[in-house]
């Protein structure tokens, strides 16, 4: 059960991470994958700890890794790094007395509201 953070030290804390666990008001507020909020993510097996650390030093994302065997793989904070959730964009909507959208010359609380 080794941990290995940004600076590729290894220490012996165990994982406490995890969407469900509380998060301190610092680290809300600070972007993820940074020294103050770094990527936390747990793997399985040696080889795949080698490849989650090279494509988070690659991107230069500040990460904690922690290797343990007998436990679920959590990898969602990756996930987010690599698709951040995008803003969502909301059609204008018809008001009831402009013209039909359907193109019948009606205003649209006569034609298509019903």
Not at 40 to 53: D, H, K
Not at 79 to 103: A, D, F, M, S, Y
Request: aromatic residues 6%.
């Amino acid at each position: 059960m080794a941990k290995i953070n940004y600076g590729g030290k290894k220490t012996k804390k165990s994982f406490s991470g995890g969407p469900w666990e509380k998060t301190s008001e610092e680290q809300r507020r600070a972007k993820l994958g940074t020294e103050k909020n770094p990527a936390r993510l747990r793997v399985q097996t040696e080889e795949r700890l080698q490849e989650m650390a090279a494509l988070l030093k690659e991107k230069g994302w500040a990460y904690t890794l922690e290797l343990e065997p007998g436990q679920p793989e959590e990898t969602a904070d990756l996930e987010r790094l690599l698709h951040p959730p995008q803003p969502v964009t909301v059609e204008k909507k018809v008001g009831r007395n402009e013209p039909c959208p359907c193109g019948s010359g009606k205003k649209y609380k006569n034609c298509c509201d019903r």
